[in-house]
């Protein structure tokens, strides 16, 4: 069985990391402007929770950036955010800390690396979640000069670049495309 892979390249990446990085910015000026403005009996009785949870959180922090599987500043990134969300939630502001949450995993997600796997069967497409593309919605699916272009029946046309430490034989690859596209 003939099966193809490429990671696809995420050229919306650095916005997305200067996105997190001001969203991150403005969420830990926040909380120090409410900690700041935050009464004393409040911070008192949840102190139990402050050290517990900062032990825990160096602990897995420290865990995440021995793994060395993803880029260690993302680690360290998404482990921070994550301990201002569960301040947020400490302080009893839990919808703050909810936000914070959801777009901390919106921002986990775009992180990914985008996979794109073409069999006799089927394409799976890596968006979120992932798309699965038959071969008889397509009526080309091409490489050229590491530009990938996927031409759907419905006048639907997805392009993307391949990620330059691929090694792509586009020949290869176009042959059994079109080998699958006359099926």
């Not at 001001?22 to 700041?36: A, E, K, R, V």
């Not at 073409?118 to 091409?142: A, G, H, M, R």
Request: with cysteine; charged share 20%; aromatic share 16%.
């Amino acid at each position: 069985m003939q099966k193809f892979e490429f990671i696809l390249k995420n050229e919306k990446k650095k916005f997305y990391d200067r996105f997190a990085i001001l969203i991150f910015m403005l969420s830990g000026i926040g909380l120090t402007i409410t900690l700041i403005y935050t009464d004393k009996e409040t911070l008192q009785s949840g102190n139990i929770y402050w050290i517990a949870s900062s032990f825990l959180l160096l602990f897995f922090l420290t865990y995440l950036v021995w793994q060395k599987k993803v880029n260690r500043f993302l680690n360290v990134f998404v482990m921070a955010s994550f301990a201002i969300a569960l301040s947020w939630v400490l302080l009893e502001l839990w919808w703050v800390g909810f936000i914070s949450l959801i777009l901390l995993l919106l921002y986990v997600i775009a992180q990914r690396e985008l996979k794109l796997e073409v069999e006799k069967e089927k394409i799976i497409y890596p968006s979120f979640p992932k798309k699965i593309i038959q071969w008889d919605n397509l009526s080309n699916l091409i490489i050229k000069d590491s530009l990938l272009t996927i031409d759907f029946k419905n006048n639907k046309i997805i392009q993307q670049y391949i990620d330059h430490k691929m090694s792509v034989n586009e020949q290869e690859f176009n042959d059994f495309c079109s080998e699958q596209l006359k099926k």
